[in-house]
């Protein structure tokens, strides 16, 4: 299983991003969706996550500012960014609980990571 996130890039403080993470590959189901973000020098740390019954849960620092959505069809989990500060200015990462095939354990898999710079 592969996970592909877009979406970063250059946003001004209060500006919106969508990052996107989809999985390709061998995949017969999909648990949880997450998205993860990591500052230098520092733990990498949950941001939201969202399970396969649509149930969300999100970190006290983006509550109300950020949502998490997943699309199953596509196997693919979104993150719309509102409101963005300074703060939010790290690298984010998409994590995906999945079974690759049936009968097979669930694996943990990772993103590349993809920066998300908010500056004027």
């Known amino acids: 299983v592969q996970l592909v996130e877009s979406g970063g890039g250059l946003v001004q403080p209060g500006g919106s991003l969508r990052l996107s993470c989809a999985a390709s590959?061998?995949?017969?189901?999909?648990?949880?969706m997450a998205w993860y973000r990591q500052a230098p020098g520092k733990q990498r740390e949950l941001v939201a996550n969202?399970?396969?019954?649509?149930?969300?849960n999100y970190a006290d620092s983006v509550k109300g500012r950020f949502t998490i959505s997943r699309d199953n069809a596509k196997n693919t989990v979104y993150l719309q960014m509102n409101n963005l500060k300074p703060e939010d200015a790290v690298v984010y990462y998409c994590?995906?609980?999945?079974?690759?095939?049936?009968?097979?354990?669930?694996?943990?898999?990772w993103g590349q990571g993809i920066q998300v710079t908010v500056s004027s």
């Open positions: 590959g061998s995949i017969f189901s999909i648990n949880a």
């Open positions: 994590n995906m609980k999945a079974t690759p095939t049936s009968g097979s354990p669930q694996y943990n898999y």
């Open positions: 969202i399970l396969s019954g649509g149930l969300t």
